[in-house]
């Protein structure tokens, strides 16, 4: 069964670094979607992106992120310099078309320190 | 904006009992779906159970079901015959059916514990 698939798992960064979270949605899709889960928050929309541009972003997606989707396959979320509430889960998300189901990747844990 | 609301932080369950998860939702919308997803300690998002609004029977998957109140915008989740890997957070989450790229809004959660 097709996946959306997260690298890293896990990933500890210095404060002030920059960050790339990657995510190879499912290959004939669409729509792609990051969201953000700080521990014990509810999920967080941050950012859709559909033909090469960005559809649409929440005030939580400033200057300091940007995303990408540089070959086709992967869809990266880049963060240029992290701050501690960075520090979250974050999730891609795919989907083929409207109307249709949008997948989760298993999430990248992001730790700040 | 969309709100979606879990009014219950915290339940509990017996191993093999019914519990009842409830989610409240507000929107001006008339076409809209409805979700709940599980997010074991992995923190992995699993998709549980969809309801399109337009449709009037309440989906089913399982031991899982909902009871889908549009008139009063509630949307609660079944879970029958409880197991132990039931226990994890539970997130009700709306999407808009407005546009192509929209984007899920979710509740606070609640966890649920499923005792032995």
């Known amino acids: 069964e097709p996946e959306v698939t997260q690298t890293p798992s896990h990933q500890v960064t210095q404060m002030g670094q920059e960050v790339i979270l990657r995510c190879v949605p499912i290959s004939n899709h669409l729509y792609f979607y990051w969201y953000r889960q700080i521990l014990g928050q509810k999920v967080e929309f941050l950012v859709s992106f559909y033909n090469n541009e960005i559809s649409e972003k929440s005030e939580i997606f400033d200057d300091q992120f940007s995303v990408e989707r540089p070959d086709g396959s992967n869809f990266t979320l880049k963060i240029r310099s992290t701050k501690l509430e960075d520090s979250a889960m974050y999730f891609c998300?795919?989907?083929?078309?409207?109307?249709?189901?949008?997948?989760f990747g298993q999430g990248t844990r992001l730790t700040v320190v | 904006a969309q709100t979606v609301t879990q009014s219950q932080p915290e339940m509990s369950v017996q191993e093999a009992e019914t519990v009842t998860l409830s989610c409240t939702y507000d929107?001006?919308?008339?076409?809209?779906?409805l979700f709940w997803y599980k997010q074991p300690p992995s923190r992995q998002m699993i998709l549980v159970i969809r309801?399109?609004?337009?449709?009037?029977q309440n989906a089913t998957e399982n031991r899982f079901s909902v009871n889908f109140q549009k008139a009063a915008k509630s949307f609660s989740l079944k879970i029958s015959d409880s197991q132990l890997g039931d226990a994890a957070m539970y997130f009700c989450?709306?999407?808009?059916?407005?546009?192509?790229?929209?984007?899920?809004?979710f509740g606070s959660g609640t966890k649920l514990n499923v005792k032995p």
């Open positions: 989450a709306y999407r808009s059916d407005l546009y192509n790229f929209n984007k899920f809004y």
């Open positions: 929107t001006s919308e008339s076409d809209y779906y």
């Open positions: 309801q399109e609004a337009y449709k009037q």
């Open positions: 998300a795919s989907k083929r078309g409207a109307g249709t189901e949008a997948f």
